[in-house]
């Protein structure tokens, strides 16, 4: 609570010191900070359908004549682009870690162990050192017998060695299988069994806890590389398996070096295997045209972004976002520090308390997050609102207010980011320039909130890893909310009707339909699904390549795209109305009391359901208000409560005009959360139905079964 603690006496004065100092610096602040300007900046049309039909192609103004495809004149595969940086750049500071200091276990009162962890300052390498380490590991590869244009696979988290592992492929056409650390097993072997990898890179703990067990399933395998292990014997390999460590490759490469085999623009840099929603993960072909493209359309989106930039990297590797996001930062010559979602802030569950967390210690300027995380800093900080004094809860939502409308005008507020939000903003180090959202829609409130608390824009993307991460990005002028922006300058966008959705480029007041993106970032397809990928993907009379996305959006006038709804989440009640899972579970997230939910309707029923993970410190609290008695479990099972959390969902579903047949009829609570971890949900944290469908399979019965 003391974080946001102002003297009581002071609230009376602050409106008229916030009026005061107002009008006082109105006018000067009005020319220096060209307020003018950016609200003109903000308005301003982004993108036009360059065929002036409202079906698109849409196109950014900042490129209506041609796609730009490339960052640097010539650099055209990505060995160029490590190249160019390390060559610019060669002794500013490349990859950060953190040195682990001292690790211990910590009992608590409930009786679970927490590994704490006490880390150290982050030790940097340059751009040089990083270069020189990727060329050996990838000459060492070599030697190892890994050949050009064979694939070879990476399961590792995010970290240093996996960007030098992956500069070594780009580098030595390797082409590299990624997997998410997440996957389950049979997954797992399903990928690295279908690329008929030979290599592998790890870590000691994934080889320990998921690697060996699937050994046995991926028979070609033949050498497996640990990135943090001294050379030691594995001896409970199966046979003809060979484990080394990755310095002793690196040593193995730098004497003497093999002979590299260039790249082409249009070979394979990685075969990107995704979770999905749905079935088996696939495998997407991204070439390094895709991803030079990919990376161009998002460097234009950041304003001034320099060598001086710092950027955190926590979000799996394996996600075309996470990497797309460290290839622009090495393309621009920025530090990437490393960290991960249990070590970022003071308060994350693997720090000590009481030393520091990533973002404090390395002060990111630049930070990309999935709206899983941006919602619970949301959560946290509103519930740290709601437990101070009224005056001091009227003080910080006054200061919200007067932010919110200053902000819609194009004004900073210098004093009550100061005053206010000084104190949440160094939650995330103090020194944030720009968020950058992706990986699933984030919505209006916490894209709000984090604009006015963490002072800096918040910008929202949308693109898949079909389209290699390229599609939108918002401007950051731009202080709308619910909109993913305007295509990037690699990417056209087009919008197609959807007949059954009802969704018609001719809809007034905006056109609507499911989105295409074309362009030179849409990759190549999924690799050995000849049938998926020409359900997908088309090539155009022009010869621009296409992807059929499933998402259903809406141009605005000013060239913005917005995300409504998605095809694959539509059911048809018995009754015969449309309902769209997505859109009922966008509306409930907003509320204060649910932490995520799954809609779910069978089309024989009438009514739809939902599995809902409530927020626990307010479901007990509604528990307490209703004299519910019970732990957190019996809470979620008990029928009273079930009764009460609907009544709530129902009243903010009706305050959002959500339809009566869209309105869950019938709930299950459930006390654990979904994690990626649990299968549940995907690593972006999007749900996956299928997997929700057959856990929650006797309470789906029971919900339309008897009662
Ligand atoms: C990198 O390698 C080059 C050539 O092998 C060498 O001249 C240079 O000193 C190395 N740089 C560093 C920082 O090790
Ligand atoms: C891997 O491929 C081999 C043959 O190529 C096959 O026998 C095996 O069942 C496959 N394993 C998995 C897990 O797909
Ligand atoms: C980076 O350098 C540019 C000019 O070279 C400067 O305008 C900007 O403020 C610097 N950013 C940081 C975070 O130091
Ligand atoms: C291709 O993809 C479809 C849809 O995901 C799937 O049903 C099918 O089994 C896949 N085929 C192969 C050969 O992997
Ligand atoms: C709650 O319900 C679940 C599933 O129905 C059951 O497994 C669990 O034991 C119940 N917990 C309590 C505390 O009643
Ligand atoms: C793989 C792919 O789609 N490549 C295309 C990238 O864009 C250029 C120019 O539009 C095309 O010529 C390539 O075929």
Not at 130 to 154: D, T
Not at 348 to 372: C, F, H, N
Request: aromatic share 8%.
């Amino acid at each position: 609570m003391h974080w946001l603690y102002i003297n009581p006496l002071l609230l009376q004065v602050f409106r008229s010191v916030v009026w005061v100092y107002s009008v006082v610096t109105f006018l000067p602040w009005y020319f220096i900070s060209g307020a003018g300007v950016n609200q003109a900046r903000a308005k301003r049309v982004k993108a036009r359908s360059i065929s002036g039909l409202p079906a698109g192609p849409y196109r950014s103004v900042n490129c209506i004549d041609r796609l730009v495809l490339t960052l640097h004149q010539g650099v055209d595969t990505l060995d160029k682009v490590f190249e160019y940086a390390a060559s610019h750049f060669p002794n500013r500071d490349c990859l950060g870690t953190r040195e682990l200091l001292s690790e211990e276990d910590e009992v608590q009162p409930n009786g679970k162990v927490f590994k704490k962890v006490i880390l150290g300052q982050y030790k940097w390498l340059t751009y040089e050192e990083a270069f020189n380490e990727s060329r050996f590991f990838g000459s060492g590869l070599a030697a190892l017998g890994q050949e050009p244009k064979c694939n070879i696979a990476i399961f590792c988290e995010t970290r240093a060695e996996w960007i030098v592992t992956a500069q070594a492929c780009f580098m030595y056409n390797f082409p590299l299988v990624t997997l998410y650390s997440t996957l389950g097993g049979p997954a797992i072997a399903h990928g690295l069994n279908e690329t008929e990898v030979t290599h592998i890179i790890t870590s000691k703990d994934l080889l320990q806890s998921r690697l060996k067990a699937i050994l046995l399933d991926v028979p070609r395998l033949r050498h497996i590389i640990i990135v943090d292990s001294k050379p030691t014997n594995w001896p409970d390999m199966p046979r003809g398996i060979m484990v080394n460590s990755m310095a002793a490759v690196q040593e193995i490469g730098a004497k003497p070096e093999h002979i590299r085999s260039l790249p082409l623009p249009t070979d394979i840099a990685v075969i990107m295997y995704t979770s999905g929603s749905t079935g088996i993960p696939k495998g997407v072909m991204i070439s390094h045209s895709n991803l030079i493209a990919g990376i161009t359309g998002m460097a234009e989106r950041i304003p001034n972004l320099e060598y001086n930039d710092t950027y955190i990297g926590y979000l799996p590797l394996a996600h075309v976002l996470e990497l797309s996001a460290e290839l622009v930062c090495i393309s621009h010559g920025c530090r990437i520090g490393y960290s991960s979602p249990q070590t970022l802030a003071d308060q994350s569950t693997k720090i000590k308390k009481g030393s520091k967390g990533d973002t404090s210690m390395l002060k990111p300027t630049l930070m990309a997050a999935v709206p899983e995380i941006m919602d619970r800093i949301y959560k946290n900080v509103m519930t740290k609102v709601d437990e101070m004094s009224r005056l001091q809860r009227s003080l910080f939502i006054l200061a919200y207010n007067y932010k919110m409308e200053q902000i819609s005008k194009g004004y900073g507020t210098p004093l009550c980011d100061r005053l206010v939000f000084h104190k949440v903003r160094s939650l995330l180090g103090g020194n944030t320039r720009i968020l950058l959202s992706g990986g699933a829609p984030l919505s209006p409130a916490t894209q709000r909130f984090m604009n006015i608390c963490f002072c800096c824009p918040v910008g929202q993307g949308y693109g898949l890893t079909e389209t290699c991460g390229a599609g939108t990005i918002s401007d950051m002028w731009d202080y709308s909310t619910g909109r993913v922006g305007a295509p990037l300058v690699c990417s056209d966008i087009t919008l197609k009707d959807w007949e059954e959705g009802g969704y018609h480029s001719t809809d007034k007041p905006n056109p609507r339909g499911e989105i295409l993106i074309g362009g030179p970032n849409v990759t190549m397809g999924y690799y050995k699904n000849h049938t998926k990928n020409q359900d997908d993907f088309f090539v155009d009379e022009k010869g621009q390549r296409w992807f059929c996305t499933g998402d259903i959006g809406e141009f605005h006038p000013d060239g913005c795209l917005k995300i409504i709804d998605r095809k694959k989440d539509l059911v048809k009640l018995q009754a015969g109305e449309y309902v769209s899972l997505g859109k009922v579970e966008a509306v409930l997230k907003n509320c204060p009391l649910i932490d995520n939910i799954c809609a779910y309707a069978n089309s024989d029923q009438s009514y739809v359901i939902g599995f809902v993970v409530p927020n626990q410190k307010q479901l007990t609290t509604l528990a307490v208000q209703r004299g519910v008695p019970g732990s957190l479990e019996e809470l979620c099972n008990s029928t009273d409560m079930e009764f009460e959390v609907l009544r709530v969902i129902t009243e903010a579903a009706i305050a959002d005009k959500l339809e009566r047949f869209e309105i869950p009829k019938k709930i299950r609570l459930s006390a654990e959360p979904w994690t990626p971890e649990t299968g549940l949900v995907t690593d972006a944290f999007k749900l996956k139905r299928k997997e929700l469908k057959t856990h929650y399979q006797d309470d789906i019965e029971r919900m339309y079964g008897g009662k």
